[in-house]
């Protein structure tokens, strides 16, 4: 079955950075986009970043261009989400799926929490 194993998420001061990671098992991981989604408190899940099957393709949430970078490594089955200069607004649960449709999108994992303070 899809699992997915989120990691990486902890309490970080603005400014700061943090890297997340998603261990994906049960589906060929390199046949699909994988994206990173977030939560926060009291908001809908909202997409962060989406990279595409290949590695070479990306996109980004406005609110986070220039700061977090995604990136896969198909042969460990990992996704990961570099966050740079993170702001207060990055606080909240993040997520990360496969694919763009279809049965595979439905999965997420059970996320991990990331909170900027200080």
């Known amino acids: 079955q899809v699992q997915l194993v989120e990691s990486g998420g902890g309490l970080v001061e603005p400014g700061g950075s943090l890297r997340l990671s998603c261990v994906a098992s049960?589906?060929?991981?390199?046949?699909?986009?994988m994206a990173w989604y977030r939560q926060a408190p009291g908001k809908e899940r909202e997409l962060v970043a989406r990279i595409f099957s290949e590695g070479t393709l990306s996109n980004f949430a406005d609110s986070v261009k220039g700061r977090f970078m995604i990136s896969r490594d198909n042969s460990k089955s990992t996704l990961y989400l570099q966050m740079n200069n993170v702001k207060l607004e990055d606080t909240g649960i993040y997520y990360c799926r496969p694919g763009l449709r279809g049965p595979i999108h439905d999965h997420w994992g059970q996320g991990t929490q990331v909170t900027v303070s200080s």
């Open positions: 049960g589906f060929d991981f390199s046949s699909y986009a």
